[in-house]
Nanobody
């Protein structure tokens, strides 16, 4: 079992930055593939960034060069640094965990179907 709790969302103006945090717990959480996803009401959940158990990262084209995923296993925290935010980044953001990590790497790491454990989400609203 893995438990995840997101924080750090809120309102921000276009061009601004936010850093989302996700605290994770559970015996195997540190070896999981961890990902960030977002969802707009009425649309499918979109994988935007992931980091596998070996530290390799994957990004969606829509956020590449603007968002950075990182984890600190010593503190059990996953981060998503979001820079140069755009109104189209407005969404509910979720962190998730997939085990075992070796089955969820590369492009597969951005697929929501690979993840079994989810946080409750944090809202990000970007105004023009």
């Amino acid at each position: 079992q893995v438990q995840l709790v997101e924080s750090g969302g809120g309102p921000v103006q276009a061009g601004g930055s936010l850093r989302l945090s996700c605290t994770y717990s559970g015996n195997t959480a540190q070896s999981a593939t961890l990902g960030w996803f977002r969802q707009v009401s009425g649309k499918e959940r979109e994988g935007i960034a992931a980091i596998d158990g070996g530290g390799s990262t994957s990004y969606a084209d829509s956020v590449k060069g603007r968002f950075t995923i990182a984890k600190v296993n010593a503190e059990n925290i996953l981060y998503l640094q979001m820079d140069n935010l755009r109104p189209e980044d407005t969404a509910m953001y979720y962190c998730a965990a997939a085990l075992p990590s070796f089955l969820t790497r590369g492009e597969l790491a951005l697929s929501p179907n690979r993840y079994s454990y989810w946080g409750q989400g944090t809202q990000v609203t970007v105004s023009a």
